[in-house]
């Protein structure tokens, strides 16, 4: 659980309600597609050793196939630590007044945005397919009436139950702050790091 001095600009008396990541379904389907996009090479180069072995010993084709052979294996290697970066920096915060969206895109660019919980208008859960369906993982969906305010949760675990939860949120933050009479405050906030 992350501590409450970790939340950026952190308010009095808030608190995390949630703390999201993806679900490791997601991480599951990274290791599989770099399991087979290795493996795949590798026993077909097994079977055809004979082959493989007399165009190793060439003296043009040898080299050649080691260096495209390390150029494939360096992308596939590369593809794979790119993407669980992307899994494992995604994160969502979901405090009793705001939700906070942190989100990785490659691994020098990171976006961190926050949402008023008294700007959402709508909340919405997508699950499709046999494996999320399986597994009750899929997608969550923060829309607000800003021109581009849909917050998107991907692929994180019971998205009903966040979904309802966020719902909840929602309306407390509203009755607390018209019991307050605190006027437009729903602003969504977007920092570029």
Excluded: C
């Excluded at 790119?82 to 990171?110: A, V």
């Excluded at 949760?153 to 018209?178: C, G, M, Q, T, Y």
């Amino acid at each position: 659980m992350m501590r409450l001095d970790q939340l950026p600009n952190q308010r009095k008396e808030e608190h995390v309600v949630l703390f999201l990541r993806r679900h490791w379904f997601a991480l599951l389907s990274i290791v599989t597609a770099f399991t087979l996009l290795t493996s795949v090479p590798l026993l077909l180069g097994w079977y055809f050793w004979d082959l493989v072995e007399a165009w190793l010993q060439q003296d043009v084709m040898g080299p050649l196939i080691v260096v495209i052979g390390s150029i494939y294996f360096l992308s596939v290697w590369l593809f794979a630590f790119l993407e669980f970066t992307d899994y494992y920096l995604d994160t969502w915060i979901i405090t009793n007044e705001r939700i906070i969206n942190i989100e990785q895109q490659g691994l020098f660019n990171r976006t961190a945005s926050e949402l008023d919980l008294a700007a959402v208008q709508d909340a919405t859960a997508e699950i499709r397919g046999i494996w999320q369906t399986l597994f009750t993982y899929g997608n969550v969906f923060v829309q607000t009436g800003a021109e581009k305010g849909r917050f998107h949760f991907k692929n994180i675990d019971n998205p009903e139950h966040v979904k309802e939860i966020v719902n909840a949120l929602v309306e407390e933050d509203k009755r607390r702050l018209s019991s307050l009479g605190a006027g437009s405050r729903g602003k969504m906030k977007t920092v570029i790091k």
